[in-house]
């Protein structure tokens, strides 16, 4: 483990914990579904998350464009 977390420049305790889950998870990945609670951020719709980003766009337009 500690050769791959200096080999990407990541903690070896990282590592460590996405070894552990992958060890209890392995099954879900090769059987196409997730085990955790959730595999929607915060639990939120794909189509709210793209409006908010959409908002957040023309938002950020707007300010760039005042700024000038």
């Not at 552990?20 to 998350?49: I, R, Y």
């Amino acid at each position: 483990m500690a050769e791959l977390a200096m080999r990407f420049d990541l903690s070896p305790v990282q590592v460590g914990i996405w070894k552990k889950q992958l060890a209890e998870n392995a099954a879900g990945v090769f059987e196409g579904h997730s085990t955790t609670t959730s595999s929607k951020p915060n639990g939120q719709d794909p189509d709210t998350l793209y409006a908010e980003i959409g908002r957040l766009k023309i938002e950020n337009d707007l300010l760039k464009k005042m700024s000038r």
